[in-house]
T-cell receptor, first 111, second 117 residues
Framework: QKEVEQNSGPLSVPEGAIASLNCTYS??????FFWYRQYSGKSPELIMS????GDKEDGRFTAQLNKANQYVSLLIRDSQPSDSATYLC???????????FGSGTKLNVKP | SAVISQKPSRDICQRGTSLTIQCQVD?????MFWYRQQPGQSLTLIAT?????????ESGFVIDKFPISRPNLTFSTLTVSNMSPEDSSIYLC??????????????FGPGTRLTVT
């Protein structure tokens, strides 16, 4: 099993809908989790980090961490065409010696 | 978050030559990493750049091909040696800094787009 796994998509949602992106992880990656947004031709941009079980909200973004079931999610409310990008999930082990990335989920928000 | 710059932003190189990519951060950081990203693919970690000691390479990457230097806490270089067309990729420098609670967040530089002909 890869340390961090994501569905590659593409995930298509209409403008204004909620986009739900999911990521599962292995026992090697259990300390902290991150969501990055990457526009085509650009470098990844950190949009959310989460360390504790439960939800963390920041504007239209909500990250959810469920350690019992080993998954982390990103919800984007009121999706906009500008949210169309690839979203990368990442996690780190307890010793923080590296970041493990998923393969990314491509999100298309249709006007 | 740290401000990261990379030089060059892009280059076209002939096979058999070498290119050195520079990464500069505006503040001291604990960890610096080098990644490669092929078009449409996810990130592949090349190595962790260690200040004052040899870099830690991931499986499939070797020092002779990708020598890395990190002379201080704000600067690192990655050299792609004896290039072949398969080395054409985007090379990304990243840094991880503490959030102040013994946890780290990672930020990326703008990347270097390398084309080998």
């Amino acid at each position: 099993q890869k340390e961090v796994e994501q569905n590659s998509g593409p995930l298509s949602v209409p403008e204004g809908a909620i986009a739900s992106l999911n990521c599962t992880y292995s026992d090697r990656v259990s300390q902290s989790f991150f969501w990055y947004r990457q526009y085509s031709g650009k470098s990844p941009e950190l949009i959310m980090s989460i360390y504790s079980n439960g939800d963390k909200e920041d504007g239209r973004f909500t990250a959810q961490l469920n350690k019992a079931n080993q998954y982390v999610s990103l919800l984007i409310r009121d999706s906009q065409p500008s949210d169309s990008a690839t979203y990368l999930c990442a996690g780190v082990p307890y010793n923080f010696n590296k970041f493990y990335f998923g393969s990314g989920t491509k999100l298309n928000v249709k006007p | 978050s740290a401000v990261i710059s990379q030089k060059p932003s892009r280059d076209i190189c002939q096979r058999g030559t070498s290119l050195t990519i520079q990464c500069q951060v505006d503040s001291q950081v604990t960890m610096m990493f080098w990644y490669r990203q092929q078009p449409g693919q996810s990130l592949t970690l090349i190595a962790t750049a260690n200040q004052g000691s040899e870099a830690t390479y991931e499986s499939g990457f070797v020092i002779d091909k990708f020598p890395i230097s990190r002379p201080n806490l704000t600067f690192s270089t990655l050299t792609v040696s004896n290039m072949s067309p398969e080395d054409s990729s985007i090379y990304l420098c990243s840094v991880a800094s503490s959030t102040g609670t013994s946890l780290y967040e990672q930020y990326f530089g703008p990347g270097t787009r390398l084309t080998v002909t």
